[in-house]
């Protein structure tokens, strides 16, 4: 009995607190806050009412601010909200919610110069596709459809038969827009998005005969040169390949032989051209070294090592994309000038060293030999003068 009444004393505290609390008192970290599932709330937002297994509910804290707690599975993550007003804020799904001022997607504020809060609805908030509108905007997530998919536009297609879809797909019977941009060449029944690795922010699709590239507006163009029935997405870096090309976000490659195209790893491919590094759609796909023979690429190296405890272990180190050729050494693409090639080695991380030097990614550490010098773990190391680097500084 006396542990309901302490549990309900504790209660009653919690709410007087939040009854004190004004929103002036609210004040976010700089950066977002994460409670990790401890509690922090006094009670919901009002408006609409979480499902039993909620993705996201919006809650007010103890200390008066708004929080956007997210379930993740087993575990909660409350995110506070910088700026939310306490007083107006109103949940409208999941993940949209409204204040007098704002408009919040998971948490976030979604565009504040351009959302009519007065006017801001859902259109559909479920199964990982959600849409909004308001008087002068229709919105995929927290992102505004900017093409010619106004919220006037969206009110004048044929409700009977309004698909709103993942990848901000909107359509009716005699439209198809795809992020706010119409669509005219596609088959919208059949266009799908091909695999590509999670998280790209841009992505490949096909219909039953045609292959298409959404760029980062969001514009989706057809692969004149595609060949629908050989073409495949590869799992790096936006390439693909059909029968007779190889492309890179979308774009066609000149003169590359997709039968002799192979990928080596940290972003360089080794082609009839020689080969080639790139990590990024706006660098272009150039060749780096016309000496394929020589190439040589190192990778994870696992080193030896010893715990405080004195156990043995071994530490599976990557590689810091360095390679070399006859001639050069390579970091990430471009030449270290001051190595050479021949006497080059590999010593696990980012260490490195040849006849003369040693090497923290492409500097040199100044005073250490490679006699003597040893990695320790993927970011330790010590040379023969009883120094040790920590990530290529000494420690002190």
């Known amino acids: 009995m006396k542990y309901v009444l302490l549990f309900t004393f504790i209660a009653l505290a919690a709410i007087g607190l939040y009854a004190n609390t004004e929103v002036k008192d609210c004040h976010c970290a700089d950066r977002e806050t994460y409670s990790f599932g401890k509690q922090l709330f006094s009670r919901k937002v009002p408006g609409f009412t979480s499902p039993s297994y ?14 956007f707690e997210q379930h993740v599975q087993d575990t909660i993550y409350s995110i506070c909200i910088r700026g939310a007003d306490p007083k107006t804020i109103r949940q409208l799904s999941e993940r949209y919610a409204v204040d007098g001022s704002h408009a919040y997607y998971n948490g976030k504020v979604i565009e504040r110069s351009l959302v009519d809060v007065k006017n801001f609805s859902v ?10 509108i308001d008087s002068n905007f229709v919105y995929n997530e927290a992102h505004v459809l900017r093409g010619k998919l106004t919220a006037g536009v969206f009110k004048s297609l044929d409700q009977a038969t309004l698909q709103l879809k993942a990848d901000g797909i909107v359509a009716d019977k005699n439209h198809f827009y795809m992020n706010g941009n119409e669509i005219i060449d596609a088959n919208q029944n059949d266009l799908v998005r091909l695999p590509v690795p999670y998280g790209m922010p841009n992505a490949y699709y096909g219909d039953r005969q045609n292959v298409y590239f959404k760029d980062k ?24 390949t059909d029968s007779k090309h190889v492309y890179f976000y979308g774009k066609p490659l000149a003169n590359i032989i997709p039968q002799r195209f192979t990928y080596l ?8 051209l020689g080969i080639f590094y790139c990590s990024d759609s706006s660098i272009a796909f150039d060749p780096i070294s016309d000496d394929a023979a020589h190439f040589q690429l190192f990778d994870r190296m696992n080193i030896e090592g010893t715990e405080p405890d004195g156990r043995h272990c071994t530490y599976a180190c990557d590689g810091s994309a360095f390679a070399k050729d006859a001639l050069h050494v390579y970091l990430k693409g471009l030449v270290v ?13 980012n260490y490195a060293a040849d006849s003369k030097h040693v090497f923290w990614q492409d500097r040199i550490l100044e005073g250490a030999k490679p006699e003597g010098f040893r990695v320790v773990d993927c970011v ?17």
């Open 380 to 396: 330790e190391a010590l040379d023969g003068q009883g120094r040790h680097f920590i990530r290529g500084l000494i420690k002190k």
């Open 217 to 240: 507006a969001g514009v989706l163009f057809k692969l004149d040169l595609a060949d629908r029935k050989t073409f495949s997405v590869w799992k790096n870096y936006g390439i693909a």
């Open 54 to 67: 909620p993705y996201g509910s919006y809650i007010i804290g103890l200390d008066g601010c708004v929080y």
């Open 123 to 132: 259109l559909r908030d479920d199964n990982h596709v959600s849409y909004a």
């Open 337 to 349: 000038p001051s190595a050479d090639a021949i006497t080059f080695q590999h010593l696990g991380g």
């Open 265 to 272: 790893g940290w972003n360089y491919y080794k082609t009839n």
